[in-house]
Each structure stands twice: as C-alpha cells, then as structure tokens.
C-alpha cells in the first residue's frame, strides 16, 4: 500500500537561511508527488508536483523538490526562508489509478528573526 | 466564490447528535473531495465525487459518515450519532477533473470546518 513519511514533526531555522523538508514514499510505480502548506487559518495551498520528466521540480514561493528514485524521496528545499514561510508542511502521494492522496503527517516549520 | 467555502467554520456539538457540514466548491470543478484531519495528522482521506455520484467511498469510517452531492456541485458531509473520537477538521477539497480523464489532480482545499464533539 502506498504511504508516505515525513521524519521530521518540527523544524526551527533562522530567516535566510536554508532549508530541506524531507518526504520518503512507499509506491510500486512512478508516483504522482505533491507538496502542500497549511498556514493558520488558511486552506492547503498546493506549492510544487511531480508527476513525470524533469525530477527538479518548481513550484511557488520559491520552493523547490526534487524526485529521486533510488531514495524513495521527494525532498522540499528553499535557499533562503523568510518569516513568512512559517507554517506546515506536507507532502502527500497519489493513489496509483485514483485521485486520492495520501498525506504524510506534517512538518512544522518554524522561522526565527 | 473564488475559493472553496466550507460552513460552518467550527461546529461545537454533544456526544449523540447529528452534524450537517457543508462545501461549496470553485465553480466548474468537476470532481469534489473530503478529508479529516486529526490533531497532529495529516489529512485523511473520505471520499470523493465526479459529478454528482460518489466515485469513491473506501474512506468513510463508519455508516455514520454520509454525504451527498446532488447538483453535482454543493455538496453536504453528514455525521450521525457524533462520538467524541469524531472531532476534528473536516477539509472540503475541488478540482477540474480526475487524474485519469485528463484533469492535473491539483486539489484546492476550502479552510475546513473544525468540529468538537463533547
């Protein structure tokens, strides 16, 4: 069955400085990936996906990810966060032959002055 | 609207009684979602419609949990005999069509209804 893992529950970085979420799948076929952030009172915003081609993928905000096969990893990273980029994070997989997703349980970013 | 609208933003409701949530998803979008999202979890999966019918419904928990979409647009996620474990975010989600009719699979998520059940 398909699932998806997020190591990390809570990250604290420094503004400016930067930073790599990291997203491990379980999936027997080329994954549909996905990076979503949820900020306080607001809906999921979808920020990067993957679905085929070039395994550098952008997405907003500055975000990047990249697919690597042989990790089972779909890692999110930024070279410089700013405050604003507090909020959590998660990454999730698409269901072979469905439209569900499967949702890691989160990483919660935290940003210092 | 521009965005997904969920109603009502928080719901407080007594152990036992039914509980009517609702969403409105962007116009034009095909296909409608509901997840649950727990204290600390990361969105689960309900079911979802194309159209009007319910395309998949391996989600729900129990036959408590139903929910209806009958213009193939609003549709209302109904909970019976709520139980304390119930409580939780209930994220309505929209997109223009299924992944495997052509459509991007990027879901639009509405701000969701928090539900608590005394």
């Known amino acids: 069955a398909q699932s998806v893992t997020q190591p990390d529950i809570h990250i604290t970085v420094s503004e400016g400085a930067s930073l790599e979420l990291r997203c491990n799948y379980s999936y027997g076929a080329t994954p549909y990936l996905f990076w979503y952030v949820q900020s306080p009172g607001q809906g999921l915003q979808l920020l990067l996906k993957y679905f085929s081609g070039d395994t550098l993928v952008q997405g907003i905000k500055g975000f990047e990810a990249e697919f690597k096969r042989s990790q089972s990893s779909f890692n999110l990273r930024k070279p410089s966060v700013h405050w604003s980029d507090a909020a959590e994070y998660f990454c999730a997989v698409g269901v072979y032959n469905t439209d569900k997703l499967i949702f890691g349980t989160g990483t919660r970013l935290q940003v210092f002055p | 609207g521009a965005g997904v609208s969920q109603t009502p933003s928080n719901k407080v409701t007594e152990k036992g009684k039914y509980v009517e949530l609702r969403c409105d998803p962007i116009?034009?979008?095909?296909?409608l979602y509901w997840y649950r999202q727990s204290l600390g979890q990361g969105p689960e999966f309900l079911i979802y419609?194309?159209?009007?019918?319910?395309?998949?419904d391996s989600g729900l928990p129990n036959d408590r949990f139903f929910a209806v979409r009958p213009e193939g647009s609003v549709s209302t996620l109904k909970i019976q005999r709520t139980e304390r474990g119930d409580s939780a975010v209930y994220l309505c989600?929209?997109?223009?069509?299924?992944?495997?009719?052509?459509?991007?699979?990027?879901?639009?998520f509405g701000e969701g209804s928090r539900l608590t059940v005394l």
């Open positions: 989600a929209s997109s223009f069509g299924v992944r495997r009719s052509g459509g991007t699979g990027e879901l639009f």
């Open positions: 419609f194309q159209g009007t019918g319910a395309a998949d």
């Open positions: 116009s034009g979008h095909t296909a």
